[in-house]
């Protein structure tokens, strides 16, 4: 059903923002340590 998409569709989006935050946080972590 409709929900059940929608559902699945933000878990994927909030693990790729998470991949992303913890990303870039490497690279500040990085950047700071040059």
């Known amino acids: ?4 998409e929608i ?3 933000r878990e994927q989006y909030e693990n ?3 991949t992303l935050e913890r990303k870039l946080e490497e ?3 990085t950047a700071a340590g040059v």
């Open 16 to 18: 790729l923002k998470w």
């Open 7 to 9: 559902d699945h569709h």
């Open 27 to 29: 690279l500040d972590g």
């Open 1 to 4: 059903d409709k929900n059940g």
